[in-house]
């Protein structure tokens, strides 16, 4: 019987991108996963992770680089898709806690390469039912009719961005600060992953 989770995973990905369409054949693959452990209830970002995850069906473009700071040379020494989703499971227990992403991207992104590559979703199903919308929550809470960027939103929070934009690891951390804000607001919700 599982218990409710007092750790919360915060992940964000960087997928490969275009300066308009993919080159034919091409689609959007995940190639780094940004994940920061948070202590719910003592407020504290416990540790940052990052996976580098390589590519089967696409190349990292120069614009992709620009923006991530990823090189395909990089990415080329990444681990696949699959290993990378069975280190979640077996290091993160992303099967077993409730887990958070600015917005709906991440999700969907890990729910359709996960059919496309044939791998075992690694947070479960339905997959939206250990999620939370870390976005739509700081949205409702700071009563705004826009959902903010992460960048907006650290300004609107008061909290630095540490590290790169757009960089897995980096925004992870900065997530879940915005996180642990929601947190001290009584604005995030329980997670009960007894459900």
């Given at each position: 019987m599982r218990h409710e989770s007092t750790l919360l995973n915060v992940i964000d990905v960087e997928a490969t991108c275009w300066d308009g369409q993919p080159p034919p054949g091409s689609v959007n693959e995940i190639i780094e996963i940004g994940l920061t452990v948070v202590d719910v209830p003592a407020g504290r970002r416990m540790s940052r992770h990052r996976v580098v995850v390589r590519p089967a069906r696409s190349r990292v473009s120069d614009f992709c680089t620009?923006?991530?700071g990823l090189t395909q040379a990089?990415?080329?020494?990444?681990?696949?898709?699959?290993?990378?989703?069975?280190?979640?499971?077996e290091k993160y227990e992303?099967?077993?806690?409730?887990?958070?992403?600015?917005?709906?991207?991440?999700?969907?992104?890990?729910?359709?390469?996960?059919?496309a590559d044939r791998v075992a979703y690694p947070f479960g199903y339905p997959t939206e039912r250990t999620h939370t919308n870390a976005k739509a929550v700081f949205t409702a809470a700071y009563g705004l009719r826009k959902k903010p960027g992460m960048g907006h939103a650290l300004q609107i929070a008061g909290l630095p961005l540490e590290g790169r934009h757009h960089r897995g690891e980096d925004d992870a951390w900065n997530?879940?600060?915005?996180?642990?804000?929601?947190?001290g607001r009584g604005a995030w919700p329980v997670t009960d992953t007894d459900v």
């Open positions: 620009q923006l991530t990089e990415v080329e020494r990444g681990v696949s898709f699959g290993e990378a989703c069975r280190i979640l499971v992303a099967g077993e806690r409730p887990w958070a992403s600015w917005g709906e991207y991440d999700r969907r992104q890990f729910a359709r390469q996960s059919q997530i879940a600060a915005l996180v642990l804000d929601l947190v």
